[in-house]
């Protein structure tokens, strides 16, 4: 589905994912084609739904979670039932399907949760009630990602000066999230008030989301952004040309180990052996207090055909060689500097500083937020 450009709004704000104003389906911008085709996919079911979570089309644990928030209650909407009970049964049956589709990000199964425990909340009213609940909840969600990426952007601009050399890997941008992105958020705020920046892009493979996204988001911004094989980080390190490492992630451990795409830990120890701050940057909720370290996060394993052939002309590798696909790694807390969320940048030790951010007890606060110093 050819759409409007995805860049018609300024690049902080990409339109990479929305409800139709029929409430009849998701519509995301296919980040698979990016940067070459601005396609837009119109996800009317649950099957669509779960394949472009799979397939990466919509992609970035923040943009992940916002398009199951939808998906759900474009589900919900489907629900044909006046039993409650029924009702929440199917729910959850929706939760378990959308869930699959990828392990590691946590937002994901987060969104979809809290979806189901709105409409738990609401037992008590009829079904169509709850469903127009959750036509709330789902907007909330994004909302709530606006406000939260907006607030990590002001906090992470504060590592940062003017003229600095930023490292970045994969794509955890506006096309990851909402607006202004995790990561790149600092950078692109910076940018809109006049700050320059030099940023090293890992191309980050096998599915180079910062060569076809990350680049793709900076130039537009207007960004000075050299594109790296990630084989390339550490000259560029150690040419002393990279004053801090920014990151995203996808699950934050209690303890601050952080899962981030395949080759964030190597980014990391690199940073630590010359000197350079390595930051993670991400929203509260992408931070799983049930995980107590980084062992207990499940690394999604793809398939190997996006090593063996999937980007390039003629294949990369003998057909049928044995490949080792995780699309995640998980940096052992010891190597991060700091860890950047809405509510301020954490330190070591993060199992203390992690806990303060949820000090009122609940797993996410909605709505606004304190920004203590930490
Ligand atoms: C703002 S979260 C971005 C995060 O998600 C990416 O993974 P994927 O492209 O597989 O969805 C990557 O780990 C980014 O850091």
């Not at 994004?142 to 990426?149: I, K, L, R, S, V």
């Not at 930023?166 to 910076?190: E, I, K, Q």
């Not at 806990?355 to 304190?370: I, N, Q, R, V």
Request: one cysteine or more; aromatic letters at 6%; hydrophobic letters at 40%.
């Amino acid at each position: 589905m050819k759409g409007r450009c995805a860049m018609d709004r300024p690049v902080q704000s990409i339109d990479n994912v929305r409800l139709t104003d029929a409430e009849d389906a998701v519509v995301i911008l296919d980040q698979s084609l990016l940067p070459g085709r601005t396609e837009y996919r119109v996800l009317s079911d649950a099957e669509s739904l779960r394949e472009a979570i799979f397939s990466l089309r919509v992609r970035g644990a923040p943009a992940i979670g916002i398009c199951a928030g939808y998906g759900m209650y474009l589900l919900a909407r489907r629900i044909k039932t006046e039993s409650v009970p029924e009702f929440l049964a199917k729910l959850r049956a929706c939760k378990d399907y959308l869930d699959a589709a990828r392990p590691t990000a946590v937002n994901l199964s987060w969104a979809t949760a809290r979806m189901v425990r709105r409409a738990g909340e609401n037992a008590g009213r009829p079904v169509p009630e709850i469903v127009r609940l959750l036509g709330e909840e789902c907007r909330r969600i994004q909302a709530e990602d606006a406000e939260m990426c907006r607030a990590i952007s002001e906090h992470g601009l504060t590592l940062l000066r003017d003229g600095d050399g930023v490292l970045t890997h994969c794509n955890a941008g506006p096309l990851a999230t909402s607006r202004y992105g995790t990561a790149l958020g600092p950078l692109l705020l910076g940018t809109e008030r006049g700050m320059r920046f030099r940023v090293f892009a890992d191309e980050t493979r096998p599915l180079l989301q910062g060569a076809r996204l990350t680049t793709y988001e900076l130039s537009r911004a207007g960004v000075d952004v050299t594109l790296i094989c990630d084989n390339m980080a550490s000259i560029v390190m150690k040419n002393g040309w990279v004053n801090a490492c920014f990151v995203g992630c996808d699950r934050v451990a209690a303890n601050g180990d952080t899962a981030n795409k395949i080759g964030t830990s190597g980014v990391a120890i690199l940073a630590r052996h010359y000197g350079i701050p390595f930051y993670v940057l991400g929203p509260t909720s992408t931070i799983d207090r049930s995980c107590k370290t980084g062992a207990e996060i499940e690394i999604e394993l793809r398939d190997p055909e996006e090593i063996r052939s999937k980007f390039y002309r003629e294949p990369m590798a003998p057909e049928g060689v044995r490949c080792y696909n995780p699309a995640f790694d998980v940096t052992d807390h010891s190597l991060i500097t700091g860890i950047v969320t809405e509510r301020g940048v954490c330190r070591p030790p993060y199992t203390e500083s992690l806990a303060a951010l949820f000090s009122g007890g609940d797993d996410h606060k909605e709505g606004s937020y304190e920004h203590p110093v930490l």
